[in-house]
């Protein structure tokens, strides 16, 4: 494993073969001599050169120095490969010390060391090449002669008596030269293509990348901001029962004192209404008329107007405050309706529509609030106005910030709502709102429902709320959204994305009846 690991470090990235002379560039990879060279001389002349690793750009050729440790780490590392001392080539010459070869002469079928090239024969017929131990893959199969020709019309290397009694006659030949220089330069046009294709797939990463990082850093922080609205809303709801229980309380306890003191008044008076009782029993049963008299002045009865006001001083105690506690539940309303305040801290204007763009068909109302399809209206024809589609654009732009607004739409079957760019074509088959790049909207034409943009479409479920749209645009995020609102139920339908390079107009269409716009908001 060891091993395989450092042979992985000891390849060349562009040959993916050990290093052979191995040298640096500033940027500190490292490639074999011949195989940056070659990579280096496709680049000339395209206004600079760049390594094949990094990528880093070098305004001239850029200084290719040796890599001494790193050679002597291959040549250490060779030996100790299986199979790499069979595949060394030696020279034929030096039979007692084997020698590692230097060239093979394809003439005489020998490889030759440094010394004995010295005196070999430097006669045209004596080919050299690089050392090899294959020398009859470099000589003709028929002829067995040395292969020094290539056949252009075969695509075969041939050797001469191919080229005159064999079956390449009258065929064009090159010199073997010529054609490795000629296939070289098809190379270098190959690699510059390959290399170009992978530039384009860093530069596609890098670009899928930074959309990751800005959508992750996006969701963070509404994120932050969603649990920031809602640990404050916890918090006032805490607050507000804290205070509504402490108040019921208060008012239960005041109640509660207070007819305590009423309760041990009444018993002080019913203990003496007790005591009058058997006086006036004892009296009552007394033989002696003349003290029944007298005695029964001294008796008093109760006196009814007391115990009225015995009553109201029960009364007068108080109950729960029921009213006042309803009326602090009314507060969460108010922090309800703080949630909305967050989303849309301020409200727009009121989206209005721009008459001068309403095609002549297209009735608008005095309040410029919706648009049904009438007879001709007798309009002067501007080159901002609408000529084959009955179509309509607000007043308003928006270039920034969030947005939305609502259309009541259930009074046609027949429709299209969304936004557009102003310089969207204002006549033929392409003005039509989502049949250009210039627009995104909604359709509904029957029981159909269809997004488009671009004269591409999506159709959607059938069964959605029918009577009112939301349109919400976010021009900084690129998003265009459709809802369907049906009471408080919101179904969101479609969401398109896009680079906005223009400010964008409120869109309407209608092909019978009418459509009216209810209202907007705004988060700038």
Same mark, same amino acid.
């Given at each position: 494993?060891?091993?395989a690991?450092?042979? *992985?470090?000891?390849?060349?990235?562009?040959c993916?073969?050990?290093?052979?002379?191995?040298?640096?560039?500033?940027?500190?990879?490292n490639?074999c001599?011949?195989?940056?060279?070659?990579?280096?001389?496709t680049?000339?002349?395209?206004?600079?050169?760049?390594?094949?690793?990094?990528?880093?750009?070098?305004?001239?050729?850029?200084?290719?120095?040796?890599?001494?440790?790193?050679?002597?780490?291959?040549?250490?590392?060779l030996?100790?490969?299986?199979?790499?001392?069979?595949?060394?080539?030696?020279?034929?010459?030096?039979?007692?010390?084997p020698?590692?070869?230097?060239?093979?002469?394809?003439?005489?079928?020998?490889?030759?060391?440094?010394?004995h090239?010295?005196?070999?024969?430097?006669?045209?017929?004596?080919?050299?090449?690089?050392? @090899?131990?294959?020398?009859?893959?470099?000589?003709?199969?028929?002829?067995?002669?040395?292969?020094?020709?290539?056949c252009?019309?075969?695509?075969?290397?041939?050797?001469?008596?191919?080229?005159?009694?064999?079956?390449?006659?009258?065929?064009?030949?090159?010199?073997?030269?010529?054609?490795?220089?000629?296939?070289?330069?098809?190379?270098?046009?190959?690699?510059?293509?390959?290399?170009?294709?992978r *530039?384009k797939?860093e530069?596609?990463?890098?670009?899928?990348?930074?959309r990751?990082?800005?959508? !992750? *850093?996006?969701?963070?922080? *509404?994120?932050?901001?969603?649990?920031?609205?809602?640990?404050d809303?916890?918090?006032?709801?805490?607050?507000?029962?804290k205070?509504?229980?402490?108040?019921?309380?208060?008012?239960?306890?005041?109640?509660?004192?207070?007819?305590?003191?009423?309760?041990?008044?009444?018993?002080?008076?019913?203990d003496?209404?007790?005591?009058?009782?058997?006086?006036?029993?004892?009296l009552?049963?007394?033989?002696?008329?003349?003290?029944?008299?007298?005695?029964?002045?001294?008796?008093?009865?109760?006196?009814?107007?007391?115990?009225?006001?015995?009553?109201?001083?029960?009364?007068?105690?108080? =109950?729960?405050?029921?009213?006042?506690i309803?009326?602090?539940l009314?507060?969460?309303?108010?922090?309800?309706?703080?949630?909305?305040?967050?989303?849309?801290? !301020?409200?727009?204007?009121?989206?209005s529509l721009?008459v001068?763009?309403?095609?002549?068909?297209?009735?608008i109302?005095d309040?410029?609030?919706?648009?049904?399809?009438?007879?001709?209206?007798?309009?002067?024809d501007?080159?901002e106005? +609408?000529?084959?589609?009955?179509?309509?654009?607000?007043?308003?732009s928006?270039?920034?910030?969030?947005?939305?607004?609502?259309v009541?739409v259930?009074?046609?079957?027949?429709?299209?709502?969304?936004?557009?760019y102003?310089?969207? @074509?204002?006549?033929?088959?392409?003005?039509?709102?989502?049949?250009?790049?210039?627009s995104?909207?909604?359709?509904?034409?029957?029981?159909?429902y269809?997004?488009?943009? =671009?004269?591409?479409?999506?159709?959607?479920?059938?069964k959605?709320?029918?009577?009112?749209v939301?349109?919400?645009?976010d021009?900084?995020?690129?998003?265009?959204?459709?809802?369907?609102?049906?009471?408080?139920?919101?179904?969101?339908l479609?969401?398109f994305?896009? @680079? +906005?390079?223009?400010?964008?107009?409120?869109?309407?269409g209608?092909?019978?009846?009418?459509i009216?716009?209810?209202?907007?908001?705004?988060?700038?």
């Open positions: 494993m060891a091993s690991s450092l042979r *992985e470090e000891l390849e060349c990235s562009i993916l073969s050990i290093y052979t002379d191995p040298v640096t560039l500033r940027c500190g990879h490639f001599r011949g195989c940056i060279h070659r990579v280096l001389d680049q000339e002349g395209s206004g600079g050169y760049v390594c094949p690793e990094c990528r880093e750009k070098f305004q001239e050729w850029p200084a290719l120095q040796s890599n001494i440790k790193l050679c002597n780490i291959v040549e250490n590392f030996p100790t490969q299986p199979g790499q001392e069979e595949s060394r080539v030696f020279c034929s010459h030096c039979i007692h010390t020698v590692p070869a230097v060239k093979s002469c394809l003439l005489c079928e020998v490889s030759l060391c440094e010394n090239l010295r005196v070999h024969k430097k006669s045209p017929e004596h080919v050299l090449c690089d050392p @090899t131990t294959s020398l009859e893959d470099r000589k003709c199969s028929i002829h067995q002669e040395v292969l020094k020709y290539y252009t019309e075969d695509a075969a290397c041939v050797c001469v008596s191919c080229c005159v009694i064999g079956e390449h006659v009258g065929h064009k030949m090159v010199s073997l030269a010529e054609a490795s220089e000629g296939r070289k330069s098809e190379l270098r046009n190959v690699l510059q293509e390959v290399m170009s294709q *530039e797939m530069k596609r990463v890098q670009s899928l990348e930074e990751r990082t800005t959508a !992750q *850093e996006k969701a963070d922080d *509404e994120t932050e901001r969603v649990t920031a609205l809602f640990r809303l916890r918090r006032q709801l805490e607050n507000l029962e205070r509504v229980l402490s108040d019921i309380t208060r008012q239960a306890d005041r109640v509660s004192s207070h007819c305590g003191d009423v309760i041990r008044q009444l018993e002080i008076k019913k003496e209404l007790s005591r009058k009782m058997r006086h006036i029993e004892e009552c049963n007394m033989t002696d008329p003349l003290t029944v008299l007298q005695e029964s002045h001294t008796c008093d009865m109760c006196d009814t107007e007391e115990g009225d006001n015995e009553d109201r001083d029960i009364h007068d105690g108080g =109950d729960l405050d029921v009213v006042g309803s009326h602090t009314h507060i969460l309303s108010d922090i309800i309706s703080g949630v909305n305040v967050c989303f849309y801290t !301020q409200e727009a204007a009121d989206i721009d001068n763009t309403a095609r002549d068909y297209l009735q109302s309040d410029r609030k919706s648009a049904s399809w009438a007879g001709r209206q007798n309009r002067p501007t080159a106005r +609408f000529q084959d589609r009955p179509q309509v654009l607000s007043s308003q928006f270039s920034s910030g969030r947005h939305y607004w609502e009541d259930g009074g046609s079957e027949s429709w299209t709502v969304g936004m557009c102003p310089s969207i @074509t204002r006549g033929g088959d392409q003005a039509q709102i989502g049949s250009n790049n210039k995104w909207g909604l359709d509904r034409t029957g029981d159909q269809l997004v488009r943009h =671009d004269n591409e479409g999506m159709q959607l479920p059938d959605i709320p029918r009577h009112r939301r349109v919400y645009l021009y900084e995020a690129g998003q265009i959204s459709f809802y369907a609102l049906c009471g408080p139920i919101i179904t969101h479609h969401t994305t896009a @680079t +906005f390079t223009e400010p964008l107009h409120a869109a309407l209608v092909w019978e009846d009418c009216k716009i209810s209202g907007g908001r705004s988060e700038m």
